[in-house]
């Protein structure tokens, strides 16, 4: 049975920052190329960033230069450094697989006041 298990989301001031993770089990974690999403309410699910089997990373334009994706396989987990954080972003967190979908999660909650 996958599991995505999302955590460290939080209220923060604008300007600050949260390290969010995401532990996996039940997928052969190496394997997979990885991503965390957002959706804000009343807006769709968007890709905030990924990283490859190989530790390639990609980011979407709003959170260039602000946040960090990385991965530890041998934890099989993969986490989101978030800085400089904006009321934007703003959002419901989860991560999932870039390319494959699995079972999603039950997300983390970021809210960043102004």
């Known amino acids: 049975q996958v599991q995505l298990v999302e955590s460290g989301g939080g209220l923060v001031q604008a300007g600050g920052s949260l390290r969010l993770s995401c532990a996996a089990s039940g997928i052969i974690f190496s394997s997979n190329d990885m991503a965390w999403y957002r959706q804000a309410p009343g807006k769709q699910r968007e890709l905030v960033a990924s990283i490859s089997r190989g530790g390639y990373t990609n980011y979407a334009d709003s959170v260039k230069g602000r946040f960090t994706i990385s991965r530890d396989n041998a934890k099989n987990t993969v986490s989101l450094q978030m800085n400089s954080l904006k009321p934007d972003d703003t959002a419901a967190y989860y991560c999932?697989?870039?390319?494959?979908?699995?079972?999603w999660g039950q997300g983390t909650q970021v809210t960043v006041s102004s």
């Open positions: 999932n697989g870039r390319y494959t979908y699995y079972d």
